[in-house]
């Protein structure tokens, strides 16, 4: 009998001692948190964005003129190549007609590069204010960007935008 109660009492703890584990691991589990933020209203809130939006509005200006001025020296050679078919003119249309799909090949590629130089940064400082909040809320597992167009249709997480605007200042 004295071998059962010690039988029993073992059983008792380890059952007991591994749910017990399980329930503080579940616990802090259930402590941890996925969050979303929309990033576009912090991006649209920066100042940094503002300025590099009229960086690149100016230079696509710039290369929308290069291009109309390119587009109507095609047109007026068009028009003397319709007149009297010189095959001099021709080959003109075609290396102007060249040239023009080149630069708009190059401008598209300019505008680009200049958009990752401008935006990265701004993109780096949201993502150093979103670690700071999560740095202060250890809970925080995950951060969806719930933006129009992200992809996160729902998120019941906290939303940390408030947060993360004023660890930029903004």
Do not use: W
């Not at 399980?22 to 929309?38: D, P």
């Not at 007609?97 to 701004?122: E, G, T, V």
């Not at 202060?136 to 939303?159: A, E, F």
């Amino acid at each position: 009998m004295k071998k059962n109660t010690i039988l029993y009492c073992l059983l008792f703890f380890l059952f007991f001692g591994i749910f017990g584990k399980g329930r503080s691991l579940h616990s802090k589990e259930c402590n941890q948190k996925i969050v979303c933020l929309n990033s576009l209203i912090l991006v649209e809130k920066m100042p940094e964005f503002y300025k590099a939006q009229k960086e690149l509005d100016k230079l696509s200006k710039n290369h929308e003129n290069t291009l109309e001025k390119l587009a109507k020296e095609f047109h007026k050679k068009a028009e003397k190549f319709q007149k009297n078919k010189n095959p001099i003119l021709k080959k003109e249309l075609e290396i102007l007609q060249a040239r023009a799909h080149a630069y708009q090949k190059n401008a598209a590629d300019d505008l680009a590069k200049k958009q990752n130089n401008l935006l990265n940064p701004i993109y780096k400082k949201i993502e150093n204010a979103i670690n700071r909040v999560m740095d202060k809320d250890q809970t925080i597992i995950r951060v969806d960007d719930c933006s129009p167009g992200k992809g996160v249709l729902v998120n019941k997480g906290i939303d940390i935008t408030e947060e993360v605007k004023k660890e930029l200042g903004i």
